[in-house]
Every structure is written in structure tokens, then in C-alpha cells.
């Protein structure tokens, strides 16, 4: 059997629950302008896309095609998840055996996520510092690498892997939770493709997990 090379991974909603204190920080703002707060169930539809998507996604529609009026909201959003976002955050159940596991396998680690550079390092620096970490990357628009789906983010990571690009296995794991208790279910679909293939990445570079062998 085969056994895998390296590991990328979401940080929001995988390494760590942070959906209470994006909620909270939404609900700050949802409050300020005297809007309805919305739940945890509704922030989770809402979150995935970076700080930006979220408050469009959780203003009042007539507001979510006003630039302007966003540019404001995502200020004050995050001024208040500056103050937040260590607050109710915590690591899932088993991350940290698995992490400790990878490292003792001498699996290859990373982190690739969409939110905001700085608070994905601060994340990962508090929650997981004792790791070897191939690399921690946040959003990073302004240095020209464009959000996930894009691969260019991900291809730069398999480089400092020196993992081959062309011939890859990508184990894609969509994240399920049974709310019965704290049950996580992890379900994979495989994937086989060339990362330089366009048609290929639209179909699997929106996991949640990505895991990725060489193959001989």
C-alpha cells in the first residue's frame, strides 16, 4: 500500500472551530446598523470565501452589490474579530493526535486557507506551533496569488514538498457532521489528475482537505 507524502489543509472548519467567533464578530456588526443577527447554521452556509464574501453574504441583500457600503462592514467586522477571534476558537476533537501521528510518520504538512494572512499564522502559531509546518499560508491577493480554488497557492506548496506537480493523487475529503454528540465523519472520493490541467482543478480544488501522494 501506498502511503501519503504530504498533507495540505483548510484551517477554518478543519484544524480548527472558529465558526463561534466569525459568528460573533458578524453579529457586531449586524448589530451596529440595527440589522436581525444570524445563528451558527446560517454563518456556516456564509463562510469559505475569505472576510469579504462573508459580510456580503450576511448583509441584507439590498446592501450586498454596495461596494462602498461593504468596504465599511468588512472594516468593522474586523475590528471586532481582531478582539474575537482567540476567544471561542478551539483545535476539533483528535486534530492534534492526527497532527502528532503525520509528524511521526514523516508526512508533510501545510496550510492553505483563504482567510486573512495574518490571522492564519497567529491561528496556527497558537494552536499548532509545535509542528513542522512545509508552509502556512493565508489569503494572498495582494502579492498575486489568487484564492483557492485557484492551484497556484497549493502547486507552490507541493514545490517546497518537493513533490512531483504533473502526477499526483488528490484525496478529496468533504467534511460531514453528525450533531449527535461531536462525531465528525470524514468522507473521501478520489481524484486522479495532472495539476496543471485546468478542467482537472475545477473539479477538485474545493475540499476541505487535500491529500496528496506521489505516485511511483
Request: proline letters at 4%.
Amino acid at each position: 500500500m501506498k502511503t501519503y507524502k504530504g498533507i495540505i489543509f483548510d484551517l477554518d472548519g478543519t484544524l480548527l472551530d472558529t465558526i463561534e467567533d466569525l459568528r460573533d464578530s458578524v453579529n457586531d456588526v449586524m448589530k451596529i446598523y440595527g440589522w436581525k443577527e444570524h445563528d451558527t447554521k446560517a454563518c456556516k452556509q456564509m463562510v469559505g470565501n475569505g472576510f469579504r464574501k462573508l459580510i456580503t453574504r450576511a448583509l441584507p441583500e439590498d446592501k450586498q452589490k454596495n461596494e462602498l457600503f461593504i468596504d465599511e462592514a468588512v472594516n468593522q467586522f474586523s475590528k471586532a474579530y481582531q478582539k474575537r477571534y482567540l476567544n471561542k476558537t478551539i483545535p476539533y476533537e483528535g486534530i492534534l493526535k492526527l497532527l502528532e501521528s503525520l509528524e511521526e510518520k514523516g508526512i508533510k504538512i501545510a496550510v492553505n486557507s483563504n482567510k486573512r494572512g495574518d490571522y492564519t499564522s497567529a491561528l496556527v502559531n497558537k494552536y499548532f506551533s509545535q509542528f513542522p509546518w512545509t508552509a502556512v499560508y493565508g489569503e494572498r491577493e495582494s502579492e498575486g496569488i489568487p484564492k483557492k480554488p485557484d492551484p497556484s497557492a497549493a502547486l507552490e506548496i507541493a514545490d517546497l514538498m518537493k513533490l512531483q506537480k504533473k502526477k499526483f493523487y488528490i484525496l478529496e475529503i468533504q467534511k460531514q457532521i453528525c450533531r449527535q454528540g461531536r462525531m465528525q465523519v470524514w468522507i473521501p472520493s478520489v481524484f486522479h489528475g495532472d495539476f496543471e490541467e485546468e478542467k482537472n482543478w475545477k473539479k477538485i480544488m474545493h475540499p476541505m482537505w487535500l491529500i496528496i501522494r506521489k505516485i511511483s
